[in-house]
């Protein structure tokens, strides 16, 4: 019989029981519930609304319970709909009278919010430490690639010649945006419900301020309707989440190429790759593959709670059942990706000889070509469209335009000397763009120690987050 059962003469339908059943979900969030359980446990015989013998029995009794479910010996039963039911009705089977005035002052409302902010917490944290652990993986192949230069690309087709390390930089600097989403969606989480009671608050004198420290919240939600019917904070999560997930996928589409034949610039190592049940020579980037396939389903996560959130009015409603499994299903799966692409990247080698010939076709040069015009006093779309006609002559001759003979440059413009020639040496093109943030080899240095200090800056972060109760092992499946 369900502990809400005293105004109803019929039970649910078996159909609906198992319909409106939230367990099979929130059952990962055992540890939170039992922590919010204890807090408040101990917040009601410091303010003398239960006695602390009671209070003792309830400590004893939740962690004999936390063992049996850390140990897989604990039994979920359907009916009891959620977590919190499962634990208390347990609870009160163990210890009796107490476990029954456990609920004294709170509702399921402002315990399942409570919950799940604690769980948002921790999920928070664990994508911060994977997310650095990425940055660590691409500021390490950032500093082995040193001079290596590829051909920098824009809608997919050669653009101009950039170092390696700059390119994978760019990978760094969002995931360092990704970490800030992360912390944000972090401090969204840290603040604690408990004490709204189901929407109004409560006629008990609680002390909300002792329950939001002993569950490491910094504060506490300032309105009682907000605390139970707000679900921002895991949209906070989910976007940012959603915006990782986009940076993995768009890294992983590179990968996908830069490893094909037809690129060959880097070669997979065999432990994050694998064959073909049909031809032998095949070696895939197929996990690069299914982290790009599975940024459409953190992206589907994240919407699929904006559309349940859209049109709920205060303060809870059922539809907010639905808000924790795509929470946990996105974190979850960036958690795996983040882990996977930081395993690719630190093992795959490059292939720079491979990277520097590709850079003999796609005329690279041709916007130094123009520069050189440009700094002999031509204006510099005079310029572009003297090297655009250039640039057809030589894809008419079926050459690059470095190959063109000074005769030809000079019949396009008589401001082409023999220096020209200059013009076309790929390292001195990289080298040249010194501008901050750019490609220079000195500029990248600068780039590369400053992204090491925001490494580090972020790693103290997360050692200064307020603390979070963690996810346990066990009842998620």
């Not at 315990?111 to 604690?118: F, P, Y």
Request: charged share 25%; aromatic share 6%; hydrophobic share 45%.
């Amino acid at each position: 019989m369900a502990l809400w059962s005293g105004r109803f003469e019929e039970g649910a339908a078996p159909v609906t029981q198992a319909f409106g059943a939230s367990l099979p979900v929130d059952k990962a969030l055992y540890k939170q519930d039992i922590a919010g359980s204890r807090a408040h446990a101990q917040m009601l015989a410091a303010q003398g609304i239960i006695s602390e013998e009671d209070a003792e029995a309830i400590r004893a009794g939740l962690a004999a319970i936390e063992r049996d479910i850390d140990a897989g010996a604990f039994t979920f039963d359907i009916a009891d709909e959620d977590i919190h039911m499962a634990i208390e009705a347990e609870l009160t089977r163990r210890i009796g009278e107490p476990g029954a005035r456990l609920h004294t002052g709170r509702s399921r409302n402002d315990q399942v919010a409570t919950d799940t902010r604690l769980a948002a917490k921790a999920l928070a944290k664990r994508l911060m430490q994977a997310n650095l652990g990425l940055r660590h993986a691409l500021l390490e192949a950032a500093e082995r690639a040193g001079d290596t230069v590829l051909p920098g690309m824009t809608h997919l087709q050669h653009a101009q010649p950039v170092l390696f390390a700059h390119h994978l930089l760019a990978y760094a600097w969002m995931l360092a945006r990704d970490f800030t989403r992360l912390h944000a969606a972090f401090d969204a989480a840290d603040a604690s419900p408990l004490g709204a009671a189901a929407l109004a608050g409560t006629t008990y004198p609680l002390d909300r301020r002792l329950t939001a420290q002993l569950l490491g919240f910094t504060g506490v939600v300032e309105n009682s309707l907000d605390a139970v019917s707000d679900r921002d904070f895991l949209l906070d999560l989910e976007y940012a989440c959603s915006v990782a997930a986009v940076h993995l996928s768009r890294l992983s589409e590179e990968i996908v190429l830069w490893s094909s034949q037809e690129f060959g610039f880097i070669t997979l190592s065999d432990a994050y790759s694998t064959g073909s049940s049909i031809m032998p020579q095949k070696k895939n980037p197929d996990f690069a593959e299914l982290i790009r396939g599975k940024c459409g389903r953190v992206v589907g996560d994240l919407v699929q709670l904006l559309v349940t959130m859209k049109g709920l009015p205060l303060a809870y409603n059922k539809d907010m059942q639905e808000d924790k499994e795509g929470a946990l299903d996105a974190a979850r799966t960036l958690e795996q990706c983040l882990a996977v692409m930081t395993g690719m990247v630190g093992t795959w080698t490059v292939n720079a000889d491979r990277m520097r010939a590709s850079m003999a076709r796609g005329h690279l040069a041709a916007t130094d070509v123009a520069d050189y015009l440009a700094k002999r006093g031509m204006p510099f779309r005079e310029a572009h469209a003297v090297v655009g006609h250039l640039v057809l002559e030589a894809e008419r001759s079926g050459c690059d335009i470095s190959e063109l003979p000074l005769e030809t440059f000079q019949a396009a413009n008589e401001l082409f000397g023999a220096d020209i020639a200059g013009a076309f040496d790929l390292d001195a093109i990289v080298a040249a763009r010194t501008t901050e943030g750019g490609t220079a080899p000195a500029a990248v240095a600068e780039q590369l120690r400053r992204a090491q200090a925001r490494y580090l800056v972020d790693e103290n972060a997360v050692k200064l987050l307020s603390p979070v109760v963690e996810m346990g092992a066990a009842g998620a499946a």
